[in-house]
């Protein structure tokens, strides 16, 4: 059974560029969550998506948005980037039941120069 | 004061040890536990997920739950050089009963382990 698998895995983005990062979860899998990893501030919550619904969303600027399409595929966007922003940013799927166990794909790294 | 506090470390142990990993939380709504190990520029890792109080073992990891005192502990036996990683508690939101795909995560311990 294949995992969660984000594309692209490393990237390099200039101050005020948008960008676009994409995550298949595991088949059968309905809710999509993303999660950025910085050394200063650890795992943060952005959003979770569930059935094409953003069902949580945690305490980020608007520039950061999401989407889920309705194969369970979603994407995040950042616009007007900023150098703050150069993370790791992580997708999380499960089967959105309660209870069920949350796995995690290898994540993208960004950079903004 | 943060819902999940994880000891950093560094925690350096040498092979074959018994490494004991904590976090505690203070809110009382958390239901399921859940311990996670990222090695470095990799995603983290499901190791173990436990609900109940009580001890859950897989090979050489038990995970320890104790709701009461809002303290959950992984163990790890005789560990190993490839056992070094951060090892990441978290806990999902909770939501009138029903858990959702939010996390909530400790600062994650960095373990190493030497030959």
């Known amino acids: 059974k294949a995992g969660v698998t984000q594309t692209p895995r490393y990237l390099i983005k200039t101050r005020g560029q948008q960008v676009t990062l994409s995550c298949s979860p595991i088949?059968?899998?309905?809710?999509v969550s993303w999660y950025q990893q910085t050394p200063g501030q650890g795992l943060q919550f952005l959003f979770e998506?569930?059935?094409?619904?953003?069902?949580n969303k945690g305490n980020f600027p608007g520039r950061f948005s999401g989407r889920q399409f309705s194969n369970s595929r979603s994407e995040m966007n950042v616009s007007t980037l900023e150098l703050g922003d150069s993370a790791l940013y992580l997708c999380?799927?499960?089967?959105?039941?309660?209870?069920?166990?949350?796995?995690f794909g290898e994540g993208s790294w960004l950079t903004v120069v | 004061q943060k819902e999940v506090e994880q000891d950093p470390g560094p925690l350096s142990v040498p092979e074959g040890a018994i490494v004991s990993l904590n976090c505690t939380y203070s809110?009382?709504?958390?239901?399921?536990f859940m311990w996670y190990r990222q090695y470095s520029r990799k995603g983290p890792e499901l190791l173990m997920y436990?609900?109940?109080?009580g001890n859950k073992e897989d090979g050489r990891f038990t995970a320890q739950v104790d709701k009461s005192s809002k303290y959950i502990s992984l163990f790890i036996r005789d560990s190993q050089p490839s056992d070094s990683a951060t090892y990441l508690c978290?806990?999902?939101?909770?939501?009138?009963?029903?858990?959702?795909?939010?996390?909530?995560f400790g600062q994650g311990t960095i373990l190493t382990v030497h030959p």
């Open positions: 436990t609900y109940s109080s």
């Open positions: 999380a799927s499960s089967s959105g039941a309660s209870g069920n166990t949350i796995y």
């Open positions: 809110n009382s709504a958390f239901q399921y």
């Open positions: 978290a806990m999902p939101l909770m939501d009138g009963g029903t858990s959702y795909g939010k996390l909530t």
């Open positions: 998506y569930f059935s094409e619904t953003q069902r």
């Open positions: 088949s059968g899998h309905r809710s």
